[in-house]
Structures are given as C-alpha cells and as structure tokens.
C-alpha cells in the first residue's frame, strides 16, 4: 500500500511540474524578444532587466493559477501520506 502511495505522489509531482513546464517561459520569452531590440535601439540594458523582471513574474503567476488543480492534488496526495504514516 505504501507503494502505491509512492507512486500516486510521484505521478501527481511529475504532472505538476509538467504543468510549470508548459507555463513558465512565455512572458520571459516575449519580453526578451521585445526588450533585446529595444535596448540596441536605444544603447541601455533597463527594457531587457525590466522585460526580465516582469516577464518572470507574469510566468510565475500564470503557472500558479494554471497549476492550481495539479497543486491542490498534489498536496492533497501529501497530507494523506503525513496523516497515515502518523
């Protein structure tokens, strides 16, 4: 039995970082794509820190929002390991 649990809480981390994958890299992307031309434009380095700042704070947000069904699984899987094993 607790082998199945190991393997429910190992499938239920691979999915949520699956999901963090898949959302964590637009805005920064973006935001470098835009930022990269306009710093050569205009001989600075803050559009590029400002893009990159913001662009990961987007993407954080998004995948927080877009993981929260994955997350709540996941640590739903978690507190009923703690709360057998005790």
Not at 9 to 21: A, M, P, S
Not at 44 to 73: M, N, W
Request: proline share 2%; aromatic share 6%; net charge negative.
């Amino acid at each position: 039995m607790d082998k199945e649990k190991l393997q429910e809480e190992e499938k239920r981390r691979t999915d949520l970082e699956e999901c963090i994958n898949q959302n964590s890299w637009l805005f920064s992307a973006v935001g470098a794509a835009i930022a990269v031309p306009v710093g050569v434009h205009f001989k600075t380095y803050h559009p590029l820190a400002i893009a990159v700042i913001g662009g990961t704070l987007l993407d954080f947000l998004r995948g927080k929002h877009a993981c929260s069904e994955q997350r709540a699984a996941f640590e739903a899987c978690q507190a009923s390991k703690g709360t057998s094993s005790s």
